[in-house]
């Protein structure tokens, strides 16, 4: 499958969000209506209540970023939505909070790579029905400032990287204190380091000064001097914690706290203990790999159907029902040292699939 693109060039965040929401109606609309149907079945959530949640997403992304806000003001006014739904569908993580997810991520320092220089890659696990729900963003700012993301139509952000050399990639988490009132929503913490760092400084202090209202664990991955930087910021209403990656230079994060505060009231490794098995299993792949690692020993690796439909690499189980038909929408790879982003649409296996059949086709 082609991975769709939009190319923003709007020398304001009000007519970026217009233009995008023109372009992309058919596909906010889709996104729309599945979380309409996901926030009804996993939270019990419609109408009113979207619209009360919706508008208190909005303030906080108003105190958070008020670019991102007139950016939300245009996607909705292009798109003919409510604002107060885009609103809700920017908090998404937040509206369906303690709702299980996946997604596992490598990153590696420069110091054990090929290259030379730090990279991260990331599976995305997600539902099923948004495959074609989701898109690269690349963004040009007036004054020069260039981001690309990976997102889903109409929420103004997620994994990327930009022309500073900092990427950003996300896991979901699940504490116990997570629950509306909505604070700063994750994909608007995302999208704000990717629009503003200029290194892994001020992405990490960015990214653990936001007050949360649900969990993700964001990996902060920088083209920095001595190799670069790789490390997660464990966000949660708890407050931030902090993972480095080992002696060998690579950092592996899953859907459960590794670090203190947040682990000490996670509430994925009872409701999804996958999360526990993909870390295990990634751990034990990466550390096969003999010599300086590059980005293909990491796909490989990741390219694992161990766990059924709660694998690295995972496909819907068979029977699963709306909600629960997991997927791997996305196979990401940050190479913040060349500010690129490449994305192959589904999982790891999809991939080599489609690289096997090109070079057959050339034979």
Not at 264 to 275: G, H, K, L, N
Request: charged share 20%.
């Amino acid at each position: 499958m082609d991975v769709a693109r939009h190319h923003s060039a709007e020398r304001t965040p009000g007519a970026r969000g217009v233009t995008f929401g023109r372009a992309q109606k058919e596909r906010i609309a889709l996104v729309m209506n599945v979380y309409r149907r996901l926030f009804a079945v996993s939270a019990g959530l419609t109408g009113d209540d979207l619209r009360r949640l919706g508008s208190q997403a909005l303030d906080r992304i108003a105190a958070w970023s008020p670019a991102l806000l007139e950016e939300i003001d245009g996607i909705a006014h292009g798109s003919g939505f409510e604002v107060e739904l885009i609103g809700a569908l920017n908090a998404r993580t937040e509206l369906l909070a303690a709702s299980a997810g996946e997604c596992s991520t490598i990153a590696c320092l420069g110091t054990a790579t090929a290259s030379g220089s730090a990279f991260g890659i990331q599976t995305w696990d997600w539902h099923e029905e948004l495959c074609e729900g989701w898109l690269v963003w690349t963004i040009e700012h007036a004054d020069g400032r260039r981001v690309e993301t990976v997102t889903e139509a109409g929420i103004v952000g997620k994994i990327g990287v930009n022309g500073s050399g900092v990427g950003v990639l996300l896991n979901i988490l699940g504490h116990h204190d997570d629950h509306p009132p909505v604070a700063v929503p994750v994909h608007a913490l995302c999208r704000r380091v990717l629009d503003e760092a200029d290194g892994a400084v001020a992405a990490l202090t960015m990214a653990s000064s936001a007050t949360m209202s649900a969990s993700s664990a964001v990996t902060i991955v920088a083209d920095d001097a001595d190799g670069g930087v790789a490390c997660t910021v464990e966000v949660s209403p708890a407050g931030p914690g902090f993972v480095m990656p080992d002696e060998r230079g690579v950092l592996i994060h899953t859907n459960h706290f590794l670090a203190d505060p947040g682990r000490q009231a996670d509430t994925m490794v009872r409701e999804s203990p996958d999360t526990l098995l993909r870390l295990d299993h990634a751990r034990r792949r990466v550390a096969a790999i003999e010599g300086p690692i590059d980005t293909e020993d990491v796909l490989e690796a990741m390219d694992s159907h161990r766990g059924g439909s709660g694998a690295i690499c995972c496909h819907p189980a068979q029977g699963a029902v709306f909600g629960d038909r997991w997927t791997t929408l996305a196979t990401v790879v940050v190479e913040p040292a060349r500010a690129e982003l490449r994305v192959s649409a589904g999982g790891p296996c999809q991939r080599a699939a489609a690289s096997t059949a090109a070079a057959a086709a050339k034979q």
